[in-house]
């Protein structure tokens, strides 16, 4: 059974960089895709970046030029550091995984994400 574990969310300061884990654990082969989304309460959930086991990486326009998305296949675990945050940045992030672009079965709990001043 697959399961996505998400790690390394709490408070931030404003300003400061957040770092983001999540660990694929019941799998040894790497995804094709892994991404993180994340929801403001009282908003849908979101995008906010991709990573493709070919080395593409899609970011969306509010993290694009501050944010970097990796992964370490070997440990099918991939990170997200968002730089320079703000209040908009608060949110639960959630990491998603699946074996086509728009299709993940796969997603964490999720991790709250608190932006302070």
């Known amino acids: 059974q697959v399961q996505l574990i998400e790690s390394g969310g709490g408070v931030v300061e404003a300003g400061g960089s957040l770092r983001l884990s999540c660990t694929a654990s019941g799998r040894t082969s790497a995804f094709l895709v892994m991404g993180w989304f994340r929801q403001i309460p009282g908003k849908e959930r979101e995008l906010v970046s991709l990573s493709w086991s070919d080395g593409k990486f899609y970011y969306a326009r509010f993290v694009k030029g501050r944010s970097t998305i990796s992964r370490d296949s070997s440990k099918n675990t991939m990170f997200l550091q968002i730089n320079d945050v703000d209040a908009n940045d608060t949110a639960v992030y959630y990491c998603?995984?699946?074996?086509?672009?728009?299709?993940?079965?796969?997603w964490g709990q999720g991790t709250q994400v608190t932006v302070g001043s």
């Open positions: 998603a995984a699946g074996e086509a672009t728009g299709n993940y079965p796969y």
